[in-house]
Nanobody, 128 residues
Framework: QLQLVESGGGLVQPGESLRLSCAAS????????IAWYRQAPGKEREGVSC????????NYAGPVKGRFTISRDSNKNTVYLQMNSLKPADTAVYYC?????????????????????WGQGTQVTVSS
């Protein structure tokens, strides 16, 4: 199983920004498709965004489209999730996940079981 480590979460006010990072340990992240998921208290884990191994294909869940941007830096072996205009509804634990297959057509409804490896998660809290 691949080791993924998320970082960058925290407590912010509505309208502010955060950038999450997903780093790989012991392997090259560039070979894998990477997704971000989130899980709010009492809710199921849902897909937020996905980026292909080349970085040329991305997709986003409806609630975050236009506010979040996923990217990858092959030199740093890291995938990022830039989150702007954060809302209280974005409060959740955010996880990154990896798999060999391409991005699914609709990340928001893609079951978490479709992914091979997961990180431990990072908490994002948006509150005034």
């Amino acid at each position: 199983q691949l080791q993924l480590v998320e970082s960058g979460g925290g407590l912010v006010q509505p309208g502010e920004s955060l950038r999450l990072s997903c780093a790989a340990s012991g392997f090259t992240l560039n070979y894998y498709t990477i997704a971000w998921y989130r899980q709010a208290p009492g809710k199921e884990r849902e897909g937020v965004s996905c980026i292909s191994n080349s970085g040329g294909n991305t997709n986003y869940a409806g609630p975050v489209k236009g506010r979040f941007t996923i990217s990858r830096d092959s030199n740093k072996n890291t995938v990022y999730l830039q989150m702007n205009s954060l809302k209280p509804a974005d409060t959740a634990v955010y996880y990154c996940a990896a798999r060999s297959q391409p991005c699914p057509a609709m990340i928001q409804i893609t079951t978490p079981t479709a992914w091979e490896s997961w990180g431990q998660g990072t908490q994002v809290t948006v509150s005034s």
